[in-house]
Nanobody, 128 residues
Framework: QVQLVESGGGLVQTGGSLRLSCAASGRTFSRYPMAWFRQAPGKDREFVTAISWSGGETYYADSVKGRFTISRDNAKNTVYLQMNNLKPEDTAVYYC?????????????????????WGQGTQVTVSS
């Protein structure tokens, strides 16, 4: 069983920055592909960014490319999401997700159905 705990959300003005963290339990965290998704009120959960278990491959939704950066520290069992130049449309609950295996060290995954474990979410609100 894997437990994920997000932190770092909050209220920020347009153009501001936040750094989200996702702390994971599990002895083989270093082998888990990870991702961040978000869900705004009344909308479906959407993909934001993903990272391979090696950390060597990343992928971003077009809406956040160039503004958000995903990274991981396998020694700390933690994944991070650095969010810069935030916009009101980034307002959502942000969820960390993990899957217990990947096809290869470079594999990344983009859909909710590909992830087995989810955190409880952390609210990010960007005021205009």
């Amino acid at each position: 069983q894997v437990q994920l705990v997000e932190s770092g959300g909050g209220l920020v003005q347009t153009g501001g920055s936040l750094r989200l963290s996702c702390a994971a339990s599990g002895r083989t965290f270093s082998r888990y592909p990870m991702a961040w998704f978000r869900q705004a009120p009344g909308k479906d959960r959407e993909f934001v960014t993903a990272i391979s278990w090696s950390g060597g491959e990343t992928y971003y939704a077009d809406s956040v490319k160039g503004r958000f950066t995903i990274s991981r520290d396998n020694a700390k069992n933690t994944v991070y999401l650095q969010m810069n130049n935030l916009k009101p449309e980034d307002t959502a609950v942000y969820y960390c997700a993990a899957r217990p295996s990947g096809y290869s060290s470079a594999s990344i995954y983009y859909t909710t159905s590909q992830y087995n474990y989810w955190g409880q979410g952390t609210q990010v609100t960007v005021s205009s």
